[in-house]
């Protein structure tokens, strides 16, 4: 076995510890025997270079997981696109610039699968990116998020640092977002046919045509995947974390419907947008590395769905 990137106990700063997927990073990390370090924004906050540098250097943690981000579905990266593009861009300035400074030996950076072309090729090769034209929707958060990538790989190149990027597909879990105005598509269809069913009404409107292919990924599954990346990936390229497979945005809310108990129409508001047409990564340089997702997709939503529903009465 190729000798693990990491130190047997390493002390690791999960940055946005909070989040879907920061929590689960941090919960797979600790239970593999390693010393998680966090932060909550109250008492720092990432888009301050001089107070992240001053913790880091205080700390000096062994490596830095960056999955803090702001994050949202279409309707929110349509409304605020200045602030997902400044607050990403300040995240990641001040994080990885920051433990470059502190002497941090590794740094994993968490970007996002809509950083590839709105018409790229499928499954999506990690060599698509900057080949052609974003999704507009979603394009300032998308821009952040390959000046990340740009960022780790000059890092990489100008100071030899062991940093590295890997780009998630869609994520759902534990802790995910189930505002309807700022939620991904996911906890958005649990909530939406949740409350249709706990209403009596007859028919839930979605968004879309339906027709659009989307993966899914647990985060618990993702979360094995950066322990994994942490342990043995040091290449230049970002490297994408999937499933390997996809489904209609339609046969994903007949799933949801089903979990849920909603027994009406699904109905659908052409006039809303329906983003990329097909978004399916190519995981082959993961799946290399020895990944393979555990989670089937409607275990992971009626888990999701029970997870929220406790939450919400608790």
């Known amino acids: 076995m190729t000798e693990s990137l990491l130190p047997e106990r390493a002390r690791i700063f999960v940055a946005g510890h909070r989040g879907l997927v920061g929590s689960a990073v941090a919960r797979r990390l600790t239970a593999d025997g390693h010393t998680v370090l966090t932060r909550t924004r109250a008492e720092l906050d990432l888009r ?38 400044e607050e990403n861009l300040q995240i990641q300035l001040s994080v990885v610039a920051g433990a470059h400074a502190a002497g941090v030996p590794r740094l994993l950076f968490l970007g996002s699968s809509c950083i590839y072309p709105k018409l790229a090729p499928q499954p999506i090769p990690e060599e698509a990116l900057l080949t052609g034209p974003l999704e507009p929707t979603n394009q300032a958060y998308a821009l952040a998020k390959i ?11 100008q100071y030899g640092a062991s940093y590295v990027s890997a780009m998630p597909t869609n994520l759902y879990g534990p802790g995910d977002n189930f505002d309807l105005a700022t939620s991904h598509v996911l906890p958005a269809l649990i909530r939406r046919f949740h409350e249709a069913r706990t209403e009596g009404r007859e028919e839930a409107v979605l968004w879309g045509s339906g027709t659009p292919r989307r993966e899914f990924l647990h985060v618990d599954d993702l979360a094995s995947a950066c322990a994994l990346l942490l342990e043995r990936y040091d290449g230049d390229e970002p490297v994408n974390i999937g499933c390997g497979a996809d489904l209609t945005i339609r046969e994903l809310a007949e799933t949801v419907a089903e979990v849920t108990g909603f027994t009406g129409r699904i109905a659908w508001d052409r006039d809303k947008p329906d983003g990329t047409p097909r978004k399916l990564l190519d995981v082959s340089r993961l799946t290399a590395l020895g990944f393979k997702p555990a989670v089937p997709l409607r275990d992971g939503i009626a888990a999701t769905y ?9």
């Open 48 to 85: 301050d270079a001089a107070d992240t540098a001053a913790y880091l250097r205080d700390t000096r943690p062994d490596a830095v997981v960056l999955a803090a981000a702001k994050v949202g579905g279409i309707l929110a990266n349509s409304t605020y696109p200045v602030q997902f593009l």
């Open 147 to 157: 000046a990340g990538i740009v960022q780790i790989q000059s890092y990489r190149q």
């Open 306 to 314: 029970d997870h929220w529903r406790a939450q919400e009465t608790g």
